[in-house]
């Protein structure tokens, strides 16, 4: 069942995989609704059925807002699109062109994912163009008056990374730009994916993000939790300290996987068994590995003469 989480905000478990506590998206209530993040193609008959649940009838779905355009965030916003038709889409400007004609989007996480793809997350079905709207930075979702949803662009994680901003309730949402803290597992992990993920972006952006003094982080993997200024802290020493370890190993011509999982997967001991398998799969040593090493890569050509 959604739960209200904050003055006029309710969590939704999107369900990724008939998995709970993974996914959320966030309904903010009222008078013109808005929806943030829709999770997989695989969670939309789930989310739709949520939202009758509440008594979101098809026609009153003002907004879906995305963070960014991973499937687990974004896969279904075009069920969703059909289910509301009135609803307007807002996204980054570079996802924009991914949600009107997704088909590069769905081919490329076909070629990362394999077999998981349509196994946990679903495709991405196409959403009308006229129904997006980009955002930009610091732009006000002005649906309508009071509802405070403020976008602030935050790459790092991906280059069309959105956090929402709603001062209101001192929440920032933030998608993927924190990182993961699920809370079966209780501590915080990175995502460093390929093939966007840029430490000082990241950095950047935590300080952005920072900067509104928020008092709460709403995270798509999972739920809302308060001291959000001591988790952006704490998400930056993580992130900083995965790339340090996977520096070392690139110097010394170790395998990198091994060295992330050696200094990190120990601090999972006390996770159970069946939390850290889901942690895992959604945001595994080996992406996490190949996002760090492709960003170590690039760097490192800019850098020659």
Not at 44 to 57: F, Q, T
Not at 122 to 146: H, K, M, N, W, Y
Not at 196 to 204: E, G, I, N, Y
Not at 236 to 254: H, I, K, N, T
């Amino acid at each position: 069942m959604p739960e209200q989480i904050a003055d006029g905000i309710f969590q939704i478990d999107t369900r990724l995989g008939g998995w709970s506590r993974i996914t959320a998206g966030y309904l903010l209530s009222g008078r013109s609704p808005v929806l943030i993040e829709t999770g997989s193609q695989s969670s939309a008959p789930h989310l739709v059925a949520e939202l009758a649940s509440m008594g979101v009838a098809p026609e009153e779905l003002a907004a879906i807002v995305v963070t960014h355009i991973h499937l687990d965030h974004a896969g279904g916003v075009g069920d969703l699109a059909r289910a509301f038709p009135k609803a307007t889409v807002f996204v980054h400007p570079a996802g924009a062109r991914h949600l009107a004609d997704p088909s590069r989007l769905v081919a490329s996480a076909a070629r990362v994912y394999g077999p998981l793809l349509d196994d946990l997350y679903g495709r991405l079905d196409p959403t009308p163009a006229e129904r997006i709207v980009p955002l930009e930075d610091g732009q006000e979702i002005a649906i309508t008056s009071g509802l405070n949803l403020k976008a602030l662009l935050t790459p790092g994680h991906a280059k069309h990374h959105v956090s929402l901003w709603h001062e209101p309730t001192g929440t920032m949402f933030c998608g993927d730009a924190v990182g993961v803290k699920l809370p079966d597992v209780g501590v915080l992990w990175p995502a460093t994916p390929p093939p966007d993920f840029d430490l000082s972006l990241v950095r950047s952006s935590l300080e952005y993000m920072a900067s509104r003094s928020p008092s709460h982080l709403a995270f798509a993997h999972y739920g809302r939790y308060e001291n959000a200024m001591e988790i952006l802290g704490e998400g930056a020493d993580l992130v900083s300290g995965w790339c340090s370890v996977a520096e070392r190993a690139v110097a010394e011509g170790e395998d990198v996987d091994e060295a992330l999982a050696r200094a990190y997967v120990p601090t999972l001991d006390q996770v159970d068994p069946a939390a850290k398998e889901r942690l895992l799969t959604l945001s595994g040593i080996h992406a996490n590995a190949e996002g760090i090493i492709r960003w170590i890569r690039k760097r490192r050509e800019a850098e020659q003469p």
